[in-house]
């Protein structure tokens, strides 16, 4: 279509785009992914597959997985998208309170309007009277309380925040191997260090304070190490601390001079007998005023995860401690060039910390949904681990919580390679996706000890799915070992 | 509360922190909104004030200045949100119709299910749909079209797209002086080089090639330019371009190689005679494919402005042309690490490019919502234009579109000498939010010409607020240029 003859050149091209970006990899959503769309739209054009339909379980989205929304958190949304339900008698009195006072905290009484940058200001009062509750009444301010989009949003706001400096002084951010890879994702964006701690496999993923020692003075050569990263309960590997270890962090952190920053999306997906989840917060201000009072700690949440699993409307929030007020005035600022946070992943979050009490005429029937999701998530935790811990080559640790599992699978040398360029792991994960639609993610995309591999597959999918997923990768894995023997 | 005699510093400071993000600024949320929420909490702790409510006339923000939503967008979205009411006979069938299909598009039928990273497939469809209906038949593809967390969302991951090199080489970016102080923040967070060129109040402040040519020659001695960026209607100006302007801005780019930028969010907020929205993408294909084969061109839309004003929901969509395939696919990776913006605002977005049709039961309740709307807002921007245009020492361009007036105003030499460090119109506008407890910005916070002074407004208020607004502003004004005389 050129008409002239100058040679035009696009002014974006992979060479001349910022390079930070070009090296961010998310392998949640990463090639499996793109191929497994692609597979669909072949099932969908009628290719023939030894399969008939893709089953996505590399990502916790537990609605796309067959999950039923809450009840009662769909009544308050519907009532606050459209004021006029309000006069419905269809609807429960306790959703309407909730509504009315949500759209009371709007501008014009409307989830349309901006709400002011940090969130509405009574949905952070009833977040931090629902930290005050879980935490056994230790004080939160909800001027300490940042509304976010999603837990994503918020952690890569404080990363920004807290990323700078030039070659040895470059800030270096401590994150679990395994870890979640929007850590590694924001890292490379921001150009921050990398620091690389390992969780212990073989101690059920444990997290020991000597490997975070270990870990840090090698970093200490190359970078300025000032944050680390905590997932609890883990992600991909499940695990949940014990109150021990959270202490012992918190001690090490304040020894080290590090901002900790403790995902804890998952803090209502605990499963294993004699698991609690402890939340970092708590921890800290047990410790005595000699830790909470110097310690700067943020922790994450959001509306994603736990029973209501509500991805799609991007909802969260981010505890702030002991930050310097300063600072905290340019978190304020930062947050408010993007204006707000969805209003109605706000309003979703509301629902969330102020749930429905003894009492109310949605009580019963909230709890009842509640206790199912748990239950149901519980039982797949412990059928997953037993199922995957009877094939061989596989070694599963206990999904104790969170939404996944991350077992250790044996890849023959044979397979090594000829995996030509692909981590092994992934040519694994390819080849089951091709055989038999079920879409995981690679350990490599999580991080994992070298020579070892995994993959992460959430345990989300419906009961009788997730028998039919278990024993097709058991199939698949015998007779990939047997080709590859 | 230090039991240890080792000094505590925290990690974060002033000092330690990314200074980037500190030296940011972005004054619609600056310290006169500060402030305002300030003199609100004294108000209602019953402090006197001669005045007895802050009106917030700083943001454009609809609902929060009373305006209703839109009846038939909130029905679908409650009906997404909330399932049930689709057995209900009091919503209509075609807004059951287009939850349907949204829900239909969604994963498990949720709304609560992440999206795919690009948005929703079926959304993306209706708005390639739009976007070929408004721009008379010239085509679009969905594949090109990119759901978003409001428009600055989108604006943003671009800029992170081409912002690279260092010193010399740094990419630059040309915006509009006075431009909206989202692209100035972005800049400074990304460290681009901000290149300014300036619209010409004394043509309604039109834009010229001969500036923009000025502007890139000055700005070539010292960094890379690569990218235009255009705000058609403008913000915080209020022109809207002419057709002519558009095609002499397309063949600069072509010529200069830069990237267009085409924040297009005011696309419906035209109200002055003659004038007439022009899509920079139809202009671009209407010039021939000498011009619409080669330029790059990202043009940006939201579902918070318009006649809809549903700010809270932070509904966007990009639209790109001509960018390189690779990049794309670049770009579809960085956005997949944020997983997918808001599903409730691709939703709102769904019926902004697919409202009720002629035949259907909504069709005439929308259609007249949404022209009482708009004929009121073009009722109040002739009404401010006038009012302004009375006030001794005030300039007021037309309001030919968008939702503010910046009026140039005249700030004594005395008032200047006694600034002390404000910019002049930042004293001038906190005195009035004192007086009058009217919010407004400063033109500094946009850019001005030096020696000029100026705020921004929004249009928003009901008419007899706008009426006491613009008479408060003229007796302050009055009492202002006596003060310092």
């Known amino acids: 279509m050129q008409t002239n003859n100058v040679a035009q050149v696009n002014v974006l091209t992979l060479e001349t785009m910022n390079q930070n970006v070009r090296q961010v990899e998310y392998a949640v959503r990463g090639p499996m992914v793109l191929r497994a769309v692609q597979i669909e ?13 893709v089953i996505k379980a590399n990502v916790g989205d537990a609605h796309a997985m067959g999950q039923k929304p809450i009840t009662f958190i769909r009544q308050v949304l519907a009532l606050c998208a459209y004021p006029a339900l309000l006069e419905d008698d269809k609807f429960p009195e306790d959703a309407k309170l909730r509504a009315r006072r949500i759209l009371d905290g709007c501008g014009g009484q409307s989830i349309g309007a901006y709400s002011a940058s940090q969130g509405i200001e009574c949905i952070r009062k009833d977040v931090a009277s629902y930290i005050e509750k879980r935490d056994g009444g230790i004080p939160s301010n909800h001027e300490n309380i940042y509304l976010s989009t999603g837990a994503s949003d918020a952690i890569v706001t404080m990363l920004k925040l807290l990323i700078c400096g030039e070659g040895r002084t470059r800030t270096g951010v401590m994150i679990s191997i395994p870890q979640y890879p929007l850590y590694s994702a924001a ?13 212990d496999e073989d101690k059920c993923w444990g997290l020991d304070v000597g490997e975070l020692r270990r870990s840090l003075t090698a970093a200490r050569e190359h970078c300025n190490p000032r944050a680390l990263c905590i997932i609890n309960p883990g992600n991909p590997t499940g695990q949940v601390q014990s109150r021990q270890c959270i202490e012992d962090v918190i001690r090490f952190a304040k020894e080290e001079g590090l901002l900790l920053m403790a995902d804890e999306v ?24 000699e830790f909470s009072s110097v310690v700067e700690l943020v922790s994450f949440h959001s509306t994603s995860k736990c029973y209501m699993g509500e991805c799609g409307f991007r909802g969260g929030y981010m505890e702030v401690v002991n930050l310097d007020p300063e600072v905290k005035a340019q978190l304020t600022k930062l947050v408010s060039v993007r204006l707000c946070s969805p209003v109605s992943g706000q309003a979703l979050m509301d629902v969330v910390v102020n749930p429905p009490q003894p009492g109310e005429p949605s009580y019963a029937t909230f709890t009842k949904e509640r206790a199912a999701v748990l239950a149901d998530l519980a039982e797949k935790a412990k059928l997953t681990e037993e199922s995957f811990n009877n094939v061989p080559g596989f070694h599963c640790n206990p999904v104790q919580g969170a939404m996944y599992t991350f077992p250790r699978i044996t890849i023959p040398q044979k397979a090594i390679d000829q995996a030509a360029g692909q981590a092994p792991d992934q040519m694994y994960c390819m080849k089951l996706l091709e055989t038999t639609g079920i879409c995981l993610v690679p350990g490599s995309g999580f991080g994992q000890r070298e020579g070892t591999f995994h993959f992460r597959m959430t345990i989300l999918p419906p009961k009788e799915k997730l028998k039919y997923v278990l024993e097709k990768i058991a199939e698949f894995n015998a007779q990939f070992l047997q080709d590859y023997s």
Not at 41 to 53: A, D, I, Q, R, S
Not at 187 to 199: A, D, M, P, R, W
Not at 280 to 289: A, I, N, Q, Y
């Open 41 to 53: 739209e072949e099932l969908k054009k009628g290719v023939k597959k030894p399969f008939t339909e």
């Open 187 to 199: 890292l490379t964006e921001l150009q921050g260090v990398q620091i690389n701690y390992y969780l």
């Open 266 to 289: 998952y803090q209502d997906n605990v499963y294993a007998e004699g698991c609690v989840f402890h939340s970092f917060k708590k921890v800290l201000f047990e410790m005595g005023p």
